[in-house]
């Protein structure tokens, strides 16, 4: 069964760090680009980054950029979205999904297996 299982996810403070991971079974990701999404209520899926597998090329939101780092792990079948300096607006269900290939990364149209979320809350 084709499956990807996000984890890592919980409440933090503002300023502080979590580590997310998005594994697969059933299938290898070698050969996929691995994206990460997220969804905050009310509001439509963006793309927070990506990263191809084969050659380790990444891809980051100009949102997030200089806090999060996206990261892989071939052997473990596994991608990691490493986010410092957390903010409130960073609250979100976070997902990752699988492309064959992207054109344009952030479109949630390129990616077709999901995972099933995992929710970041950041609070004091």
């Known amino acids: 069964q084709v499956q990807l299982v996000e984890s890592g996810g919980g409440l933090v403070q503002p300023g502080g760090s979590l580590r997310l991971s998005c594994a697969a079974s059933?299938?290898?990701?070698?050969?996929?680009?691995i994206g990460w999404f997220r969804q905050a209520p009310g509001k439509e899926r963006e793309g927070v980054s990506c990263?191809?597998?084969?050659?380790?090329?990444?891809y980051v939101a100009d949102s997030v950029k200089g806090r999060f780092t996206i990261s892989r792990d071939n052997a473990k079948n596994t991608v990691y979205l490493q986010m410092n300096r957390l903010k409130p607006e960073d609250t979100a269900v976070y997902y990752c999904?699988?492309?064959?290939?992207?054109?344009?990364?952030?479109?949630?149209?390129?990616?077709?297996?999901w995972g099933q979320g995992t929710q970041v809350t950041v609070s004091s």
């Open positions: 999904a699988t492309s064959v290939g992207v054109n344009i990364w952030y479109f949630v149209s390129e990616y077709d297996v």
């Open positions: 059933g299938f290898t990701l070698d050969y996929y680009h």
């Open positions: 990263i191809s597998m084969s050659d380790g090329k990444t």
